[in-house]
């Protein structure tokens, strides 16, 4: 079935790198762009950007994009998001998502979701 | 890019209908039929339940509809049962410097 695994929950401590990985399976992998999707505790969703595994191309929300790295391997199927220099307001649960439409240039909506990956930052 | 606006919970007895607000601006909802709404229940991940305003993914119960006017998109649910008791929040692609913006989310309650 498709469905996107990602890896487990991490513990860094401030100013370090922490690097979730996104493992997709089920379909072809070149042609869904993803997203990062954060959720820290008890708060909403917050988009962190948009990676199209066709061609590279990737686009960040404002906050995080002096920041954040999100590549993709297509010989693993498998989606990466990089975020550094942590902060105490980074802990979150961290969402990869698969865009709706095949091939699409711009996100449209996120029909399959990882299980999610917490990351609690903390000295 | 500011969120868009949801209320913060909603509430209707089992079997009742209730309806979700969601307003952007004439950027994001009002720009475009990229609106979708997701569902979460405490400690899983988000359900896609709409996408392009209106449609429902394959498995959605009909009971959830999507609709929009001018820079509002609407959710309604129909028929409220206990396992729709959960947040929900709806999400838009915007013009603006990020390509996408979630709501902050309705709690919502059956009673």
């Known amino acids: 079935q498709v469905q996107l695994v990602q890896s487990g929950a991490e513990v860094k401590k401030p100013g370090a790198s922490v690097k979730v990985s996104c493992k997709a399976s089920?379909?072809?992998?070149?042609?869904?762009?993803i997203s990062w999707v954060r959720q820290a505790p008890g708060q909403g969703l917050e988009w962190m950007g948009w990676?199209?595994?066709?061609?590279?191309?990737?686009k960040y929300a404002v906050r995080v994009q002096d920041r954040v790295t999100m590549t993709t391997d297509t010989s693993t199927s498998t989606a990466y998001m990089e975020l550094r220099n942590l902060r105490s307001d980074d802990t979150a649960v961290y969402y990869c998502?698969?865009?709706?439409?095949?091939?699409?240039?711009?996100?449209?909506?996120?029909?399959?979701w990882g299980q999610g990956t917490m990351v609690t930052v903390s000295s | 890019q500011s969120a868009l606006t949801q209320p913060a919970s909603v509430s209707g007895s089992r079997g009742q209908s209730i309806t979700i607000s969601c307003t952007g601006t004439?950027?994001?909802?009002?720009?475009?039929?990229?609106v979708s709404w997701y569902q979460q229940h405490p400690g899983k991940a988000p359900k896609l339940m709409i996408y392009?305003?209106?449609s429902r993914p394959s498995g959605v119960s009909n009971r959830f509809s999507g609709s929009k006017s001018g820079n509002t998109a609407s959710l309604t649910i129909s028929g409220l049962q206990a396992e729709d008791e959960a947040y929900y929040y709806c999400?838009?692609?915007?013009?603006?410097?990020?390509?996408?913006?979630f709501g902050r989310g309705t709690k919502l309650t059956v009673l």
């Open positions: 004439n950027s994001d909802v009002g720009d475009n039929d990229y």
């Open positions: 999400s838009a692609y915007t013009r603006s410097t990020t390509l996408w913006v």
């Open positions: 990676i199209s595994v066709y061609n590279g191309n990737t």
């Open positions: 089920g379909y072809t992998f070149s042609n869904y762009a």
């Open positions: 998502a698969r865009d709706l439409w095949e091939l699409h240039e711009t996100p449209a909506a996120f029909d399959i």
């Open positions: 392009d305003v209106r």
